[in-house]
């Protein structure tokens, strides 16, 4: 293993953790390759698919166009500025990127419209720092290595799976920033020891954005809440724990807002979804599953719909008072732990979709001349090989897990292991945990409604930890050969 960094800011540690000229050309490569995709026509980027009022509402942006076609089956670049239309209570960090990405939009615009662009450039810029961050820790690694690590991040998160919702109101834009950003903070306290105040300040911002991005996210935040504490603990000041307590309990705090705060707008039409199109809509007895959990058994009628078709009885007065103020995710998840065989039978499901990335969403605006749902097919190589190498399959999903956890677990205990390789170890674990939980989220917590996409951040989180193999995998080898 490479030697402990010093323990002083001297100027051979800081040294130590600078960019060389081979990760500055792949960050430099890696800031092309988004511009080429986010900015020269014809631009990529996803359609609003109806969730983007939740952020543009607030914000004061509307479509230029009323017409469906216009609206959501295609992109759009350009919006109108407005007075905020809808105070949906909807609390997420994408709602902060967003309105920064609107003040600059004020300052930049040419013709007095809103460039979604501005908003896919800020998403770029996070997370080229993001993967910055990432590299400048690993620089404590062997050249080999490094560049290894370099180029297998520009490679993944320049898939356009991953780009294209950059360009997107949508919130897995800042999942995906935020949870990079978030891994180069820890990886910076786990490698470094220069400026680690200011690291750990950034991970628990970032760590914070993230469990607030989304509702889907907020469970995560027990995990980042408890790698807060241990990051705490190895900054090692004799006030550490109750620094970690205050760190972790912000986590927690502005992932608790962010879900209870999206009741109405989100969790009320995915709790539909998942009870009547996935839970109802795969039962063998609608009536019989209704009866159990002490509903009307006349509701069996919306087995297999979803909350937004147009006869959807989602806001009539009746029917929310007889299922959401009697149902909840929790009630979902008790239901199946009781019916094991069903358990297993949606998790089959699932895990058909687990390890795709691209949407069925086209990424084009009409004028680019392509037809409705085109998918552009530039910088796709790794969502195509992730595609293919991993099956959609519940065997793959639980060997993927079980291989880095039982990885993670066998080098904790060896004694040769350094103390802060067993932090980081601790950390590898616990994104291993966190896109476990991610599926499960959206295995149990979704519909079959846009699963990949709701996937999106359990795709990222499980290139991470590939990443993370790939590179122990090479420093392994490579102390083996120069023993050799």
């Keep these: 293993m490479a030697p402990e960094p010093s323990t002083s800011p001297s100027d051979g540690a800081r040294r130590r953790f600078r960019l060389d000229h081979f990760e500055r050309g792949m960050l430099a490569l890696a800031a092309a390759i988004l511009i080429y995709q986010l900015v020269i026509p014809p631009v990529v980027g996803v359609f609003d698919n109806g969730d983007w009022g939740k952020i543009m509402g607030p914000l004061g942006l509307e479509h230029m166009s009323n017409t469906p076609e216009e609206m959501h089956q295609f992109l759009n670049l350009k919006f109108r500025f407005t007075s905020p239309w809808w105070g949906n209570g909807y609390i997420v960090s994408g709602r902060l990127v967003a309105r920064i990405a609107r003040a600059i939009g004020l300052v930049v615009s040419k013709d007095g419209l809103f460039d979604l662009r501005v908003l896919g450039l800020l998403h770029a810029a996070l997370l080229v720092w993001g993967l910055a961050l990432i590299m400048r820790a690993a620089s404590v690694l062997h050249p080999i290595s490094r ?56 991970f628990v911002a970032a760590a914070t954005l993230f469990a607030a991005s989304k509702p889907q996210e907020a469970p995560q935040a027990l995990f980042l809440a408890a790698l807060a504490l241990l990051a705490a603990r190895v900054l090692g000041p004799r006030r550490a724990a109750i620094i970690g307590v205050f760190a972790a309990a912000l986590i927690i705090a502005a992932a608790g807002v962010c879900y209870w705060k999206a009741s109405r707008v989100v969790r009320e039409p995915v709790l539909y979804n998942a009870f009547f199109q996935e839970l109802l809509g795969n039962s063998p007895n609608p009536v019989n599953d209704l009866s159990s959990l002490g509903l009307n058994p006349d509701m069996a009628r919306y087995a297999g719909t979803h909350a937004f078709v147009a006869d959807s009885p989602i806001q009539d007065p009746a029917f929310r008072a007889a299922f959401f103020d009697r149902m909840s995710s929790g009630r979902v998840l008790l239901f199946y732990l009781a019916r094991p065989s069903r358990l297993w039978e949606l998790l089959k499901r699932r895990s058909a979709s687990a390890f795709t990335i691209v949407t069925h969403y086209g990424n084009f605006e009409k004028r680019a001349g392509f037809p409705q749902g085109t998918r552009s097919s530039a910088f796709k190589v790794w969502s195509d090989f992730k595609r293919r190498a991993l099956p959609g399959s519940i065997w793959t999903v639980l060997l993927f897990f079980l291989g880095s956890l039982a990885t993670a677990v066998f080098l904790y205990v060896r004694k040769a292991t350094a103390p802060h390789h067993r932090v980081g170890l601790l950390a590898f674990a616990a994104l291993n945990l966190m896109a476990l939980g991610a599926f499960l989220i959206c295995a149990v917590g979704d519909g079959t409604l846009d699963i990949v996409r709701q996937l999106y951040t359990f795709n990222a989180m499980t290139d991470l930890c590939l990443i993370a193999e790939a590179v122990a995998l090479v420093e392994v080898v490579r102390r083996r050969w120069d023993r050799a």
Excluded: K, P
């Design 147 to 202: 560049r290894v690590l370099a180029v297998l991040l520009v490679f993944v998160f320049t898939d356009v799976g991953y780009v294209a919702f950059l360009n997107s109101f949508y919130s897995q834009a800042e999942s995906l920033c935020f949870l990079v950003i978030a891994a180069g903070f820890f990886a910076l306290i786990v490698c470094g020891r220069s400026w680690r105040w200011c690291t750990f300040l950034g």
